[in-house]
């Protein structure tokens, strides 16, 4: 005999409505940034002041270049790909990979098991950060040297353990998940992301919409907007709300812009829990008591580069988005690879990395 159960479905808070109040309004922004246009991008003082992702994680600026720049300049074998997307990852700094561009040529599984790639880093280490400030990865436990030494070898040892082809050969992202996690010092969260990161790639095919991984981050928003998850686990919470998104907008009379027909993912979805746990630290400081957190560090700065919109051409966004926003510049055929963006250098800041 069938026995159906029902699920006891989750309890929203107040902060369930401002969750979706925000991303309407940052992906008003995020929209508003392409259209280069003038004046304030939005009314709310929190958003106009501090720095938030995008609603979709691949149209940030950094993922931006990754897609771009790291992943589809040019063919090359899942190996490099690999090799490039995790050192470009680990770091994730756009002047620390022109760095290593500039005096490489070319940043492959080669030069990173041949140590051109540490050598390459060892003088800008003494002299300028090369890390992100947005989430430095803890060095590994084995080993001794410099700390990005350490993440280096990090990855040669992932590539003589063919961890590449490990995740190529998964069967699903849950699984492709594990072999990452396996590795010193890749907790869950960063092997999350540097799994989305990987299947922005021609080579892995796994569904943003299969699996998630929530971080502390988000964790912390789905308490300030869940009162009660009823029988569902925080990443069946997530994929409730992905779930609903679309009712969740109509329902709530708010304006929403897709990314060109694709609606948000589990990493979308999980992202904005994350911010919207910073975004109420300061506009709904009264919902703190539910998951106290620090005041938000990061304050926004306009910058001059033109964002780009442009996704893997295994998602099928491309061809709806319009030329002008594919580079800032010259149109080019939808699916073809976008002009690169660099972005320079900065002058020597006084601070080092850690």
């Known amino acids: 005999m069938h026995v159906h159960v029902t699920l006891r479905p989750p ?51 950094v993922s931006q270049y990754l897609i771009a720049n790291v992943i589809y300049d040019t063919d090359r074998p899942w190996v490099d790909t690999f090799a490039r997307i995790l050192i470009f990852k680990i770091f994730n700094r756009v002047d620390t990979w022109c760095h290593l561009q500039r005096l490489l ?49 990090l990855i040669r040892s992932m590539i003589r353990g063919v961890a590449h082809e490990r995740i190529a050969e998964s069967p699903n992202m849950q699984s492709a998940f594990a ?70 907008f109509a329902d709530r009379g708010l304006e929403w812009t897709d990314l060109w027909g694709r609606p948000l993912q589990l990493i979308d979805i999980q992202n904005l829990f994350c ?18 957190g ?13 964002l780009s919109a442009w996704f893997p051409p295994k998602w099928g966004v491309n061809d709806a988005i319009p030329a002008r926003y594919r580079t800032g510049g010259p149109a080019f055929e939808s699916n073809s690879r976008p002009q690169l963006f660099p972005i320079a250098s900065p002058a020597a800041p006084t601070t080092r990395s850690s």
Not at 281 to 288: I, N, T, V, W
Not at 294 to 306: E, G, L, M
């Open 105 to 153: 040529g070319e940043v492959s599984s080669d030069t990173l098991m041949a140590e051109q790639v540490d050598d390459a880093l060892e003088s800008r280490a003494a002299r300028w950060p090369i890390y992100s400030a947005a989430y430095i990865m803890p060095p590994p436990r084995n080993g001794t040297g410099a700390k990005f030494r350490r993440h280096l070898e």
């Open 294 to 306: 620090k005041r938000i560090k990061q304050r926004y700065r306009a910058v001059s580069t033109p």
């Open 275 to 292: 911010e919207v746990d910073k975004y109420t630290r300061a506009a709904h400081p009264e919902l703190s008591a539910l998951a106290p």
């Open 179 to 248: 072999a990452l996690a396996s590795y010193d010092s890749i907790g869950p969260f960063l092997a999350y992301q540097f799994l989305t990161d990987l299947n922005y790639s021609p080579f892995l095919s796994f569904s943003e919409t299969e699996f998630v991984a929530p971080g502390p981050g988000a964790l912390r928003g789905l308490r300030k907007c869940i009162a009660d998850p009823g029988d569902y686990g925080a990443h069946d919470v997530i994929r409730w709300v992905m779930d609903a998104q679309e009712a969740a």
């Open 11 to 61: 309890k929203p808070t107040r902060g369930y409505d401002i969750y979706w109040s925000f991303a309407s309004e940052r992906q008003k922004v995020y929209r508003r940034r392409l259209d280069h246009q003038s004046g304030p991008l939005t009314d709310d003082p929190v958003i106009a002041a501090h720095r938030f992702t995008n609603a979709y994680r691949a149209s940030d600026r």
